[in-house]
């Protein structure tokens, strides 16, 4: 069992930077897939970015490439998740996840692959 706790949301201004942490406590993070998703209300739930165990690979989505940097120190329990640039379109609640599969080898976008989840944090830029 993973308890995932988000961080670090709020109000910015377009062109701005927001650095996200989650805080995971239980055992064995350094062997889950991390990721994280926003949803604006009225929307799915869409990927943002990933990393697998080591933090060696990552994926984004394309409306974030460049801009977004996902990171993660295993000795701390946390991930962490780089936004710069930010636009109007960005804002939305951010949730953390954890994929236990495949040890953390690979990097998932679909969240039905991820196990445990954060409750998020809120995100909004203005323009």
């Known amino acids: 069992q993973v308890q995932l706790v988000e961080s670090g949301g709020g109000l910015v201004q377009a062109g701005g930077s927001l650095r996200l942490s989650c805080a995971a406590s239980?055992?064995?993070?350094?062997?889950?897939?991390m990721g994280w998703f926003r949803q604006v209300p009225g929307s799915e739930r869409e990927f943002v970015a990933g990393?697998?165990?080591?933090?060696?690979?990552?994926a984004y989505a394309d409306s974030v490439k460049g801009r977004f940097t996902i990171s993660r120190d295993n000795a701390k329990n946390t991930v962490y998740l780089q936004m710069n640039s930010l636009k109007p379109e960005d804002t939305a609640i951010y949730y953390c996840?954890?994929?236990?599969?495949?040890?953390?080898?690979?990097?998932?976008?679909?969240?039905?692959?991820?196990?445990?989840w954060g409750r998020g944090t809120q995100v909004t830029v203005s323009s």
């Open positions: 990393i697998n165990w080591s933090g060696s690979r990552s």
């Open positions: 996840a954890a994929a236990s599969g495949y040890g953390g080898l690979l990097i998932f976008t679909g969240e039905y692959k991820y196990d445990f």
């Open positions: 239980g055992r064995s993070f350094g062997s889950y897939t």
